[in-house]
């Protein structure tokens, strides 16, 4: 079992970085996969990036890559999005999602209840 909680959203300006934490708990962090995804309002959950358990394999939306970084200190038991050059259009809830490996929301077990986003023009 995993619980996970993120931290770290806000308001930012466009142009602006922020750093996301997804704390957690449960003994088996350090050998599941982990993701981020993101909701906007009315719109569908969508992948941002994945880490393997190691840190050692990495994914990313295409749009995205560049911009975002995803991380982990498994030692922590932590996972980190860094995001930089933020835009408008990047508002949304962020979630941590661990326990599965690839772009589909339904392909993971496991979910932080969610950070709000908000990126100022």
């Known amino acids: 079992q995993v619980q996970l909680v993120e931290s770290g959203g806000g308001l930012v300006q466009a142009g602006g970085s922020l750093r996301l934490s997804c704390a957690a708990s449960?003994?088996?962090?350090?050998?599941?996969?982990m993701g981020w995804f993101r909701q906007a309002p009315g719109k569908e959950r969508e992948f941002v990036a994945g880490?393997?358990?190691?840190?050692?394999?990495?994914l990313y939306a295409a749009s995205l890559k560049g911009r975002f970084t995803i991380s982990r200190d498994n030692a922590e038991n932590t996972g980190y999005l860094e995001m930089k050059s933020l835009k408008p259009e990047d508002t949304a809830v962020y979630y941590c999602?661990?326990?599965?490996?690839?772009?589909?929301?339904?392909?993971?077990?496991?979910w932080g209840q969610g950070t709000q986003i908000t990126v100022s023009s």
């Open positions: 449960g003994r088996t962090f350090s050998s599941v996969a």
């Open positions: 999602a661990a326990g599965g490996w690839g772009t589909s929301p339904s392909l993971y077990y496991y």
């Open positions: 880490i393997s358990w190691s840190g050692g394999d990495t």
